[in-house]
């Protein structure tokens, strides 16, 4: 799924994580499609859509490690409060 098809709150974690604006705009090395691939496996989905795709929470913790080396920001950097009200659990 694009990130066009996201649900709105989850653009909004996406769109606000540290260094992503600049990454979208000044690293002609950044892939787009790879980090919102990364992001939806590791990010969106709930555990039974996670099962149905294949994957294991060992899977999704190395997809979320990926994701973070890749936007090169620390996990303690990311809005782990606005992703959990986006997930539905608060």
């Given at each position: ?8 709150p ?65 996990e ?15």
């Open positions: 799924m694009a990130y066009d098809d996201w649900e709105g989850f653009q909004e974690v996406y769109d606000d994580i540290p260094g992503m604006a600049t990454a979208y705009n000044n690293d002609s090395t950044f892939d787009p499609g790879y980090a919102e691939a990364l992001f939806e496996a590791g990010f969106t989905m709930h555990s039974d859509e996670l099962e149905a795709a294949g994957y294991s929470q060992d899977d999704v913790r190395a997809i979320r490690v990926e994701f973070f080396d890749y936007i090169g920001i620390d303690h950097d990311f809005d782990w409060a606005d992703w959990r009200e986006a997930m539905g659990y608060e």
